[in-house]
């Protein structure tokens, strides 16, 4: 009786230590992601970043007003903020007048919607063009010899990761050609942080286009990557010649 107590006891006592160094191994395992994740959106524990909101393009829309879709990613950049430790603090495109590298900057929307992206692509990434009207085949992405157009059957997103001097916070950029492509590129960034991390490291900077399949169909979900940008976005273009 006694060998049957002391057996049982044993028993429990490793069962208890094996559900200990799993759950120990669990808890430093995420540890390490929450670690990584948090280097390379450069969002320590209890750091502030700004999420640089856009305004509402079209016909009658107020000057700080945002569209349903944007509002949508605005939630999920605030999600990836929060599960960082970090606290996100709103700002409008136009109202964000401050340096680089003090703050990480999540920047949602175009150059049209969002001066602040204007502005860093200007200097960040000045192979990249921009444009957007409201006729068909208006809003393209042209970087380099390749452009990116929106029409019923796609839309584009360029992602973009900016390095700043010095070591500093990172600048992140989600321009999409419309709101449904905005909303996909902040759900890819969510969604393959890990994966770009480790392809362009904790510090790089890195561009990307994708590609949203369907959106009037799939909305948001049907992503896929159409093209590395990288090299060709952080070329200045040559100035153009004129005439003697």
Request: glycine share 10%.
């Amino acid at each position: 009786m006694t060998d049957s107590v002391l057996n049982v006891g044993l028993g429990l006592v490793a069962s208890a230590i094996s559900a200990a160094l799993g759950w120990l191994a669990q808890a430093l395992r995420r540890r390490r992601r929450v670690e990584r994740m948090r280097a390379f959106l450069g969002l320590p524990a209890a750091s502030e970043c700004l999420v640089v909101v856009p305004r509402s393009v079209g016909t009658g829309s107020h000057a700080h007003t945002v569209t349903r879709r944007d509002a949508y990613a605005l939630m999920w950049l605030a999600g990836l903020v929060e599960e960082c430790g970090a606290r996100a603090e709103l700002v409008a495109h136009d109202a964000a007048h401050r340096g680089l590298g003090l703050k990480t900057e999540l920047c949602l929307g175009g150059p049209v919607s969002n001066e602040r992206v204007a502005a860093h692509l200007a200097w960040g990434l000045p192979g990249v063009l921009v444009t957007s009207g409201p006729g068909p085949g208006s809003n393209v992405i042209v970087v380099g010899e390749r452009d990116f157009r929106a029409d019923q059957d796609q839309a584009h997103t360029l992602l973009a990761r900016i390095a700043t001097p010095e070591g500093g916070r990172p600048v992140f950029l989600i321009a999409g050609q419309t709101g449904v492509a905005n909303q996909a590129g902040v759900r890819y960034l969510v969604s393959h942080h890990r994966e770009l991390a480790r392809r362009y490291g904790r510090d790089g900077t890195f561009a990307l286009v994708l590609r949203v399949v369907n959106p009037a169909a799939y909305g948001p979900d049907m992503v896929e990557l159409a093209a590395d940008v990288t090299t060709e976005a952080q070329r200045r273009p040559a100035p153009a010649s004129t005439a003697v």
